[in-house]
């Protein structure tokens, strides 16, 4: 049945038809085309089940709270504070980039969010600096997918409610990770700075303008401050927090910072609500899928089809993480996580591989393929921003993935880079 599936599953992509729709028609097609007409009822029933649930009410909370930050000019504010502190060294409006989609992170978790609030400011101000602008749409790309790993992150609680994971162990698990990310990128700008001789963005500021730029943006910094010290600290719920952050962020935007007025509240609140369904959909359609896969016994079919090549978990990483950058290139991160999660995470948990590891491997891997030639969404967003071609991009960010691709693999064969902040935590068993 597997392998009716997922060529049909392909096709239909391939001709236009939405992730949703699509992982919906393949299984159903395939279950009556194997007589198995009567559990076509139970694949659309699993998608209302699936929604339905109070884990993922994080997400839409999430996505609104992020909303706010990005229209309250709170990205502003962050950039100001970057470039107070390491604006000056030389390619210091690149290095600002990769730290503001850093700390932006830390609010929206989202790839998409970071590379339009980031790049329609750090763009224009990079190329008035003297870069070209496919360097600064680049960087700014590759930085962006930074997003969705640097907890909150939308696509871990996507996957921590698909595969019963803990949502508290994989943001604690996606930090080391995603500052990874960041030192390498600013490593790889500092030695094409000296190469490619890149302008200083202006004189060292004082410490009381640092102390200036650090007030004003004290706010923004100090909401992953209480989202991830109010989960990890067993204070409140994944879900619990996501609506204290949407109240942090109301309050901030609105009475503190008054860059959002009331009136602009229901615009706001409609794109939360249009971004939140795209992905609930999304969900309550992978739920379906994975009941279809279980019924098919597809996942231990493909196990020990998998086993045939290898027994060594190692090199079947290997091979997984080159599947996973594929799949990057073409899909987007979510889907890719509610298509493959289902299949692939039993393998390697029946082969002793951390089930918090291998999300983490998932979530890093499929979120660079974001960034990654020829369908990266980010790479189209990227684009939009900027005006610069996605060809011209695709070879200018070339160095940074390498740099991502690096990371992937030391997270990927080094599992305490990840899961020792979960283990001191102890949100993992040690």
């Known amino acids: 049945m597997l392998a009716l599936f997922l060529p049909l599953f392909l096709v239909l992509l391939l001709i236009g038809m939405p992730v949703f729709f699509a992982m919906l028609a393949a299984p159903g097609a395939m279950l009556y085309m194997t007589g198995m007409e009567r559990d076509i009822s139970l694949l659309f029933r699993n998608i209302y089940n699936g929604i339905d649930s109070f884990p993922l009410m994080a997400i839409p909370f999430f996505m609104l709270a992020g909303e706010l930050m990005n229209r309250g000019g709170i990205t502003m504010n962050l950039v100001q504070f970057s470039q107070a502190f390491i604006g000056h060294v030389r390619g210091g409006l690149a290095h600002v ?28 101000a990079m190329e008035k600096n003297g870069y070209s602008r496919k360097f600064a749409t680049a960087i700014t790309a590759a930085s962006s997918v930074i997003g969705p790993i640097i907890p909150p992150s939308g696509i871990m609680i996507i996957y921590a409610y698909t595969m019963e994971v803990s949502v508290a162990a994989l943001f604690a698990a996606g930090i080391v990770p995603g500052i990874l990310i960041g030192g390498g990128l600013m490593i790889m700008i500092a030695l094409m700075a000296k190469k490619y001789d890149f302008p200083v963005a202006g004189p060292k500021s004082t410490w009381k303008e640092r102390g200036t730029a650090t007030r004003n943006a004290i706010f923004p910094l100090f909401a992953p401050v209480i989202i991830l010290g109010g989960i990890i600290g067993g204070i409140f719920t994944p879900t619990e927090a996501s609506a204290i952050a949407t109240a942090y962020a109301l309050i901030i935007s609105v009475w503190v910072m008054k860059t959002v007025k009331l009136s602009d509240l229901p615009d706001i609140f409609i794109k939360g609500a249009q971004a939140s369904a795209v992905v609930l959909l999304l969900v309550g359609s992978a739920i379906a899928f994975k009941t279809v896969v279980s019924l098919s016994h597809s996942a231990e079919i493909l196990a020990d089809w998998v086993l045939t090549i290898s027994e060594n978990p190692l090199m079947l990483l290997f091979l997984i993480n080159l599947l996973l950058f594929i799949v990057g290139m073409f899909l987007d991160a979510g889907p890719a996580i509610i298509i493959l999660g289902p299949i692939l995470g039993p393998i390697f948990i029946n082969l002793g591989i951390d089930p918090v590891h291998f999300a983490i491997i998932m979530s890093v891997n499929l ?12 790479l189209f967003v990227a684009s939009s921003v900027s005006g610069e071609r996605i060809e011209t991009i695709s070879k200018a960010i070339l160095p940074f993935l390498a740099v991502e691709v690096l990371v992937i693999f030391l997270v990927t064969f080094f599992p305490s880079l990840s899961m020792t902040l979960p283990r001191l935590l102890g949100l993992v068993a040690g």
Do not use: E, K, R, Y
């Open 97 to 124: 980039n990769v730290l503001s989609s850093m700390l932006f992170a830390g609010l929206s978790g989202s790839a998409v969010a970071d590379t339009s609030a980031i790049g329609s400011m750090m763009i224009p």
């Open 367 to 378: 979120t660079v393929g974001l960034a990654t030639p020829p369908m990266g969404l980010v």
